[in-house]
């Protein structure tokens, strides 16, 4: 197989067009993703909490397809993406796939952010007539996962994950960069040891054309969407939406469950528009202050990306993580992850929320 080299938007990466639509367009069908329209119920964000299952193995291809240096493998995250083998160097590698025709909303954001340590950018870049191919390192599972199983995650492991979840986001923010869609399961472990983090991708990012950050779209998972959202039609802050997102999942890392709970909709939205919400007992005092200076109804009052790094919570030394870990029990329930917020306000009634219901 051939492939012409054309100019790459990134740095890191590179991006190849490929000549065959039988590279990319396969007898696989490769599933575009909806962002508004209806998924399949009942929503995660909003189902009840019960041990993790044994994830279904993807149906594997009839045969393995080769795309330049790479083989690619089963399937996974329901075809939009598949696991590939590097030929050269025999290394694994996640393909993500897109629409061609959307090559540009998903690789300007890479153009537009310098590398960082704590955000995964594609090693390679594929374009094919109707497919968009982009290569990334493999990892070992997500923050999200993590959360699930276990009851909570204690300060020391918490604070030394989250400075790299803080440190990605005030990198994206730096560079006009929203993420909008922020939550744990788009953090992902770099190292079988689980103490690396990266923002997977970015994958719904808005790109600002300058100081300006105000948005007037509402896609974000219903458990991690922050009252201005909920309670307004004008437009509002994406960065200060990001950092009540990030709260959220700060919150879920220390206690164990969502701030904000409610098996109905409607119901959970009121609970976050009030913005009341009940911290778990034995947290440290930094702790319990960094989480209420993000999950702060009033937009203006929140922290900025930049100035969570400077928060005395970040700037304690941890104890080392196996110290951290050693009183750790498995837990029989779960952290769920939501789908967008149109979906969830289109739900009616759900089973019970909440990690220990």
């Not at 025709?101 to 340590?117: K, M, N, T």
């Not at 300060?155 to 005030?170: G, H, N, T, V, Y």
């Not at 990030?246 to 164990?256: D, K, R, S, W, Y």
């Not at 952290?335 to 909440?354: H, S, Y």
């Amino acid at each position: 197989m051939q492939a012409t080299p054309v100019p790459a938007p990134t740095g890191a990466s590179r991006k190849k067009r490929m000549e065959s639509v039988a590279d990319l367009d396969s007898e696989w069908p490769i599933e575009k993703r909806a962002r508004n329209g209806p998924q399949p119920q009942p929503v995660p964000c909003l189902q009840s909490l019960g041990p993790a299952a044994s994830p279904q193995a993807p149906a594997l291809a009839p045969t393995s397809r080769e795309l330049g240096p790479y083989i690619l493998l089963e399937p996974e995250e329901g075809g939009r993406a598949y696991r590939a083998l590097h030929r050269p160097t025999s290394r694994e590698y996640t393909c993500k796939v897109y629409p061609a025709c959307e090559d540009w909303a998903v690789l300007e954001p890479y153009s537009r952010l310098p590398p960082h340590q704590n955000v995964a950018r594609p090693k390679e870049v594929l374009l094919g007539p109707e497919r968009l191919c982009a290569f990334f390192p493999r990892t070992h599972g997500d923050l999200h996962s993590l959360v699930r199983s276990r009851r909570r995650i204690p300060e020391p492991e918490a604070a030394l994950l989250f400075r790299q979840m803080a440190s990605a986001l005030a990198h994206c923010h730096r560079h006009g960069l929203v993420l909008r869609d922020l939550k744990l399961c788009r953090f992902v472990f770099t190292n079988c040891e689980r103490t690396k983090l990266v923002l997977e991708n970015l994958e719904d990012a808005c790109v600002l054309t300058g100081p300006d950050d105000q948005l007037w779209d509402k896609q974000a998972c219903p458990a991690y969407v922050g009252p201005e959202i909920l309670s307004s039609r004008a437009s509002y802050s994406g960065k200060a939406a990001d950092i009540w997102s990030l709260g959220v999942a700060l919150f879920t890392m220390l206690a164990g469950h969502y701030p904000f709970q409610d098996s109905e909709p409607t119901l959970l939205f009121g609970k976050i528009r009030r913005g009341a919400f009940e911290l778990p007992a034995g947290l440290s005092a930094p702790a319990r202050c960094l989480v209420r200076c993000l999950l702060r109804r009033e937009p203006a009052e929140r922290l900025t990306a930049s100035g969570i790094l400077l928060h005395p919570w970040l700037q304690e030394d941890p104890v080392p993580l196996a110290l951290s870990r050693s009183h750790l029990r498995d837990t029989d329930q779960v952290v769920p992850d939501g789908l967008g917020l149109e979906e969830a306000e289109g739900e009616k009634g759900g089973r019970e929320v909440g990690l220990y219901s």
